[in-house]
């Protein structure tokens, strides 16, 4: 099993950052080093894929929407993988969710993930 525990979420005024963080525990992190991605949902919303990342770090993928703001990186050592987002505009508030997935390459479908951690509010205001 695998447990994921996301934070960093908060308020911040369009225009600002905040920097995500999401904590692996169980099976290590860096034994069994797979892909991770970030996936968001806005009330009244589906759930939609932000950012993803290769096992190694080595290639990563980003939605249109965040590409040029967002940026994924991981650290194996420490079985953390971030999403550091800059300019952020209200259309990027949401619960922000981290997600692992049983394969190495990174994947852009929700159900490619199979494990979830709880999520993370970001609420960005004008």
């Known amino acids: 099993q695998v447990q994921l525990v996301e934070s960093g979420g908060g308020l911040v005024q369009a225009g600002g950052s905040l920097r995500l963080s999401c904590a692996a525990s169980g099976r290590t992190f860096s034994s069994y080093a797979m892909a991770m991605g970030w996936f968001r949902q806005a009330p009244g919303k589906e759930r939609e894929f932000v950012a993803a990342?290769?096992?190694?770090?080595?290639?990563?993928d980003y939605a249109d929407a965040v590409k040029g703001r967002f940026t994924i990186s991981r650290d194996n050592a420490k079985n953390t993988v971030y999403l550091q987002m800059n300019s952020l505009e209200p259309e990027d508030t949401a619960v922000y969710f981290c997600a692992r997935r049983p394969d190495t390459q990174l994947a852009v479908r929700s159900t490619d993930y199979t494990y979830w951690g709880q999520g993370t509010q970001v609420t960005v205001s004008s």
């Open positions: 990342i290769n096992w190694s770090g080595s290639y990563t």
